[in-house]
């Protein structure tokens, strides 16, 4: 994916890389004029590896590693103002093929050269049951005095 870093007067290109074992990773390359490419030597984002202990709970209890422990991958930047980045991309719990098991966001306040995971946490919903509504439409989008 490529994206125009206005501030600086330069292209991003943030990439699916993907290593001998299988295990992917996002990578960045810049260019000045979208035609000659220098690659950054090490990977932007990378697979979530903490140990067990510092895992949240429901991991820690052996129900499974991070949502993106395994591999991520399908990167996608958006520039916003003042030299800040958005990374949207897509993890999965294992190593290996598969579908990918959820979106995550990492952010740069430093003109793309890093990027931190911004913490996910799940919720499911079970199947058949709505998720309750904002109070602010519970009332049918009503407005007061109508």
């Known amino acids: 994916m490529q994206a125009r870093d ?57 129900r499974g590693a991070g949502w993106d422990a395994g591999s991520v991958g399908a990167p996608c930047g958006v520039s916003m103002a003042a030299g800040k980045w958005r990374l949207y991309y897509a993890g999965r719990q294992q190593a290996e093929p598969g579908p990918w098991q959820g979106i995550g966001l990492a952010l740069s306040m430093d003109e793309g050269q890093t990027f931190e995971k911004v913490p996910v946490t799940f919720r499911r919903v079970p199947a058949g049951t709505a998720a309750p509504l904002p109070e602010a439409a519970a009332d049918g989008g009503k407005q007061q005095g109508q």
């Open 6 to 62: 206005v501030d600086n007067r330069q292209y991003l290109m943030f990439y699916e890389a993907v290593a001998k074992s299988g295990r992917r990773s996002i990578g960045l390359a810049v260019s000045k004029d979208g035609r000659k490419w220098k690659r950054c030597p090490t990977p932007l984002l990378q697979a979530t590896s903490q140990p067990q202990e510092q895992q949240q709970p429901a991991a820690a209890e052996g």
